[in-house]
T-cell receptor, first 115, second 114 residues
Framework: DQQVKQNSPSLSVQEGRISILNCDYTNSMFDYFLWYKKYPAEGPTFLIS?????DKNEDGRFTVFLNKSAKHLSLHIVPSQPGDSAVYFC??????????????FGKGTKLSVKP | SAVISQKPSRDICQRGTSLTIQCQVD?????MFWYRQQPGQSLTLIAT?????????ESGFVIDKFPISRPNLTFSTLTVSNMSPEDSSIYLC???????????FGQGTRLTVV
């Protein structure tokens, strides 16, 4: 059973517009969430994270929103640029329990930003 | 952020053989992880390798198939043993300084078993 779900395998956005990538989770023990970007033939690159004590974290063009009651988080990229085209992975971890420090990943969403 | 080097970056191996993947970090790190990404799938944790203790394997992964070494705080190896085509995946090394901190990844090893 997938604990972290990214239901959209792909997303296409026009350059300059907003990209919204969504992620849902099922494990209420998760208290730390991360987004990674992955280009072909490279390892995932850390993008932004959020702790469960917050509902928003912003870093430049990237903002992550967390809705704990809905067990949902989203990554907003604005404005989107062609260089943002990559696969984006949502990940979650729990400080306590059997998986301390381990990241549980979603299947990823492939973002294409068109010029 | 830590710089992580993985070797080899890719390999094509015969079934029944074994491959050892190396992960070198440019700084001492507490936690090292090995992940697998099968085609079209998410990254799945194989095991956690902390220096000074036995690797901890996730459900579905066993030491006989994926032996891991962690001789010091900057290096680890993962061996994929007695390979079959189902082992064809990208294998990724990852490091983190602690719980609930960002993890950094190597570039991955693309393994094809024929």
């Amino acid at each position: 059973d997938q604990q972290v779900k990214q239901n959209s395998p792909s997303l296409s956005v026009q350059e300059g517009r907003i990209s919204i990538l969504n992620c849902d989770y099922t494990n209420s023990m998760f208290d730390y969430f991360l987004w990674y970007k992955k280009y072909p033939a490279e390892g995932p690159t850390f993008l932004i994270s959020i702790s469960s004590i917050k509902d928003k974290n912003e870093d430049g063009r990237f903002t992550v929103f967390l809705n704990k009651s809905a067990k949902h988080l989203s990554l907003h990229i604005v404005p989107s640029q062609p260089g943002d085209s990559a696969v984006y992975f949502c990940a979650a971890s729990a400080a306590y329990g059997g998986s301390q420090g381990n990241l549980i990943f979603g299947k990823g969403t492939k973002l294409s930003v068109k010029p | 952020s830590a710089v992580i080097s993985q070797k080899p970056s890719r390999d094509i191996c015969q079934r029944g053989t074994s491959l050892t993947i190396q992960c070198q970090v440019d700084s001492q790190v507490t936690m090292m992880f090995w992940y697998r990404q099968q085609p079209g799938q998410s990254l799945t944790l194989i095991a956690t390798a902390n220096q000074g203790s036995e690797a901890t394997y996730e459900s579905g992964f066993v030491i006989d198939k994926f032996p891991i070494s962690r001789p010091n705080l900057t290096f680890s190896t993962l061996t994929v043993s007695n390979m079959s085509p189902e082992d064809s995946s990208i294998y990724l090394c990852s490091v983190a300084e602690g719980t609930n901190t960002e993890a950094f990844f190597g570039q991955g090893t693309r393994l094809t078993v024929v």
